[in-house]
Every structure is written in C-alpha cells, then in structure tokens.
C-alpha cells in the first residue's frame, strides 16, 4: 500500500475537479447501482497516470457536450478493497491500472486499459472518451 502523502496529490488531481472518490465496497456497489453514466478511473502512481491518463481524463470533461452523469475515481494500491471490487465490474477484462471504465446503468459500455493508455498522449485518450460520451451519455 502507498503512503498516504504520496497518494493524496494524485488523488487531488481528479477530486478538486469534481471526482468522488470511492474506498469501499459498498461505496462502489451504491456507485454503479445508480442509473445514468458513470467514469470511473482507476488511479495510479504511474507515470502513464500522472502524464496522459489523469490530463486525459480532465481534459474530455472540460470539453464534453455530453458528460457523464457521474464522475467516480479509486486509487490502485491505496483503495485496495474499493478497486477489488471495481474489478469485479470490469470482468472479463484482467486487473489494469491506470484504467478509465465508463458505465451506462451498471453495465461497462467503455473501458481504456493500461496498454491503451501507454504510449498515447492526453489528446488520444480525451478524443476518445469524447466519443464515447457522444455515444453512450445523455
């Protein structure tokens, strides 16, 4: 597990920018249970996070017509019960982190995994949640 005050910047990154954090079980099960769209990001100390991954993310809100109904985040490493479970959600895909998973009524309907997020600028991984809002939120 990280230390906390290694954690808690990243963290701030997606919380000061309208992102709940999830750190339980119960708080993801309540999370996904809600109807309407859901972007959760599973966050990381990674290099791929910091860079292009968080700024990605960032970036598609800010610029979204269409934006998800919710915007949820848990720390890989940190939240460790809370993103065991998100991983349950995101079977049969393996454990990813970073990875950003976009949910319509509970269901996957969008997920970026690590390898996609590798090697890829924020631009990309924007572009490509702002199609995916287009298509799947209201």
């Known amino acids: 597990m990280y230390p906390a005050e290694i954690v808690v910047p990243m ?27 859901n972007l959760l990001v599973i966050n990381s100390v990674c290099g791929c996070s910091a860079g292009t991954a968080r700024p990605g993310v960032l970036m598609a809100v800010a610029n979204a017509e269409k934006k998800p109904d919710l915007l949820t985040t848990s720390f890989a490493g940190f939240d460790i019960d809370a993103v065991k479970q998100v991983r349950e959600h995101l079977l049969p895909y393996p454990p990813s982190s970073p990875a950003i998973a976009l949910f319509k009524d509970g269901k996957l309907v969008h997920f970026i995994e690590r390898h996609m997020i590798e090697g890829r600028s924020a631009q990309m991984i924007a572009q490509n949640l702002l199609a995916a809002f287009d298509e799947y939120c209201a």
Request: glycine share 8%; proline share 4%.
């Open 11 to 37: 963290k701030e990154e997606l919380t000061d920018n309208g992102f709940v954090e999830l750190q339980t079980p119960d708080e993801v099960n309540a999370s996904l249970a809600k109807s309407g769209t």
